[in-house]
């Protein structure tokens, strides 16, 4: 970045204008301004978790709003996340090494007969935004992989996506399995896709059917938060 394409030196903003101007660059995609803000404030002895969390997740946040709303478009949402997963590359590394709290764990898959991946890809990137740490299996995914993924990974929530009518019906068959397996009540399962709705989400049993990639996030938050407060009560 030359100093006459823009004339905001990153290095001499303090703390707090630099958090809010990452969060006008996550909003206009900006990758490798993201990159150099993430290394100033480590630099200047801010936690991972905390550039991560203030920083990172504060910003995505408006784009996640400004997305429900309207305001932005998938495009747009891309490009924010692609700036995010800059980030998210510089972070992760150190994350681990100090034992970061996530906010939760999520593995999500398109099902099996479905190539489709866009949405899910930006539920994945949204949910990362969110601070979620995601196993993402891909596409095309029959229930052994789902099992396989639950059983390795423990997550917290299964994420099920499908854009053709004709694969929908195979989200009951994942949910029907676990259920026979005795694990079905071990995690929150969300569905989403284009021709999917409220009604079809009850019908196969899913703990809830998500319009878009702003309300995944949202709706992984609460059970998240449901789940944090039974383990309070539980103690």
Same mark, same amino acid.
């Given at each position: 970045?030359?100093?006459?394409?823009?004339?905001?030196?990153?290095?001499?903003?303090?703390?707090?204008?630099?958090?809010?101007?990452?969060?006008?660059?996550?909003?206009?995609?900006?990758?490798?301004?993201?990159?150099?803000?993430?290394?100033?404030?480590?630099?200047?002895?801010?936690?991972?978790?905390?550039?991560?969390?203030?920083?990172?997740?504060?910003? $995505?946040? *408006? #784009?996640?709003?400004?997305?429900?709303?309207?305001?932005?478009?998938?495009?747009? %949402?891309? =490009?924010?996340?692609? &700036?995010?997963?800059?980030?998210?590359?510089?972070?992760?590394?150190?994350?681990?090494?100090?034992?970061?709290?996530?906010?939760?764990?999520?593995?999500?898959?398109?099902?099996?007969?479905?190539?489709?991946?866009?949405?899910?890809?930006?539920?994945?990137?949204?949910?990362?935004?969110?601070?979620?740490?995601?196993?993402?299996?891909?596409?095309?995914?029959?229930?052994?992989?789902?099992?396989?993924?639950?059983?390795?990974?423990?997550p917290d929530i299964l994420g099920m996506?499908?854009?053709?009518?004709?694969?929908?019906?195979? $989200?009951? *068959? #994942?949910?029907?399995?676990?259920?026979?397996?005795?694990?079905?009540?071990?995690? %929150?399962? =969300?569905?989403?896709? &284009?021709?999917?709705?409220?009604?079809?989400?009850?019908?196969?049993?899913?703990?809830?059917?998500?319009?878009?990639?702003?309300?995944?996030?949202?709706?992984?938050?609460?059970?998240?938060?449901?789940?944090?407060?039974?383990?309070?009560?539980?103690?």
């Amino acid at each position: 970045m030359s100093d006459e394409e823009d004339d905001i030196i990153l290095s001499e903003l303090d703390d707090e204008e630099l958090v809010q101007q990452m969060f006008d660059d996550l909003y206009d995609g900006l990758r490798e301004e993201i990159e150099e803000a993430v290394n100033i404030l480590l630099e200047r002895k801010w936690t991972p978790y905390r550039v991560l969390t203030d920083a990172l997740v504060g910003g $995505m946040t *408006v #784009v996640g709003n400004d997305f429900r709303d309207g305001v932005l478009f998938v495009p747009e %949402v891309l =490009l924010a996340a692609n &700036a995010m997963k800059g980030g998210m590359v510089i972070l992760k590394p150190l994350l681990a090494e100090t034992g970061a709290p996530q906010v939760g764990k999520m593995v999500i898959g398109t099902v099996k007969g479905d190539i489709h991946d866009i949405g899910k890809n930006l539920v994945g990137m949204m949910m990362e935004g969110a601070g979620f740490e995601v196993v993402d299996l891909g596409i095309n995914n029959p229930v052994e992989t789902y099992l396989e993924a639950i059983e390795t990974e423990t997550p917290d929530i299964l994420g099920m996506s499908a854009l053709l009518t004709t694969t929908m019906p195979y $989200m009951k *068959v #994942v949910i029907d399995t676990l259920a026979e397996k005795g694990i079905r009540d071990d995690v %929150v399962v =969300l569905v989403g896709g &284009a021709p999917l709705n409220e009604e079809f989400g009850r019908a196969i049993g899913a703990d809830a059917y998500c319009r878009d990639a702003a309300v995944t996030v949202d709706t992984a938050k609460e059970y998240m938060a449901r789940k944090h407060n039974q383990l309070k009560a539980a103690n």
